[in-house]
């Protein structure tokens, strides 16, 4: 089992920036393939982006691509995404996510049986 703990959302105008944590413990996060996903009122949980194990291959959603950032640091179990140039379309509860499958399939939210509790971000107008 792995548990995860993401933190770092609030409320910030169109234009800003916020930088979410996930903090995971149980098995060696080393192993795991970390996404981040979001999910919108009366939407579909969507794919934001995903990191390698070793953290040198990073892949985003169109949408989210040159304004969006995920970086992980093993030494502290911790993966983090990085929100530049927030845009009010950007608000959603976001969720940590882990799996043990291969990078190459880690896009879909079916890969992942470890799930954060999520947390809120909101971009106003």
């Known amino acids: 089992q792995v548990q995860l703990v993401e933190s770092g959302g609030g409320l910030v105008q169109a234009g800003g920036s916020l930088r979410l944590s996930c903090e995971a413990s149980?098995?060696?996060?080393?192993?795991?393939?970390m996404g981040w996903f979001r999910q919108a009122p009366g939407k579909e949980r969507e794919f934001v982006g995903a990191?390698?194990?070793?953290?040198?291959?990073?892949h985003y959603a169109d949408s989210v691509k040159g304004r969006f950032t995920i970086s992980r640091d093993n030494t502290k179990n911790t993966v983090y995404l990085r929100m530049n140039s927030l845009k009010p379309e950007d608000t959603a509860v976001y969720y940590c996510?882990?799996?043990?499958?291969?990078?190459?399939?880690?896009?879909?939210?079916?890969?992942?049986?470890?799930w954060g509790q999520g947390t809120q971000v909101t971009v106003s107008s």
């Open positions: 990191i390698s194990w070793g953290g040198s291959t990073t």
């Open positions: 149980g098995r060696t996060f080393s192993n795991y393939v």
């Open positions: 996510a882990a799996s043990g499958v291969p990078f190459s399939v880690a896009t879909t939210k079916f890969a992942y049986p470890y």
